[in-house]
């Protein structure tokens, strides 16, 4: 990896990251520690639940940070409406960037009207307000015809990514499933992986297959190494060694 991160800049790699502040059990403290701790670092976004992005959004103000949530978490299994509502709340409360499952069973089923109008319906919601949307596939259920499937449906809807998971179904991101992904969308739709990134070497893996989001809990470590790498990389190289 260490041509790939000559070629890197610190920022190149702290865009690609979504801070998880995902978990049941976080509590306020964790949260508000989370949001600093993006802001410091200068991620893309924090992705946090819709009941804490209020106050997200109050601490991330004027940081350059983004504030996203989910929507349909982790399931998928709400009606539309739901949705709808739960993406208008958001909205409401200042989040800019909307992680989406789809309705999975409905997928599975073959059921694509459905999925492509419930996608459609919160894509231009979200549009409409400034903010993206993202379509979470959860692939440990699904089959490379139902990604395939589900992929072209996100894309034909508008979305602005494909995502491989919520990382809390019993897999996560994997390369095959990456490149059938970015293979199968234009590159009008980027591509974000989340469940099992948890390692510098692991990011710049998925980076150089066409991602440029990740869903992180380990932000901190990825991003400590990459500067500690980025400055031996310069220290050792041919300026210094002249």
Known sequence: MTSLIDRLTYEDVAKTIDHSLLRPELDDQFISDGCRLAAGYQVASVCCRPADVKRAVELLRRTGVAVGTVIGFPHGGTTTEVKIFEAEQALRDG???LDMVINIGALRSGRDRYVQDEIAALVTLAHAAGAIVKVILENAYLD??????????????????????????????????????????????????????????????????????????????????????????????PAAAG
């Open 95 to 97: 989040a800019t960037e």
């Open 144 to 237: 490379d015809e139902h990604k395939v499937r589900g992929c072209r449906l996100a894309e034909t809807s508008g979305a602005d990514f494909v995502k491989t998971s919520t990382g809390f179904a019993p897999t996560g991101a994997t390369h095959e499933d990456i490149v059938l992904m970015r293979r199968t969308v234009s590159p009008r739709v980027q591509v974000k992986a989340a469940g099992g990134v948890r390692t510098l070497d692991g990011l710049l893996a998925v980076m150089e297959l066409g991602v440029t989001r990740i869903g992180a809990t380990q932000t901190a470590a990825m991003l400590d190494e990459f500067r500690a790498r980025k400055a031996a990389a310069v220290t050792s190289g």
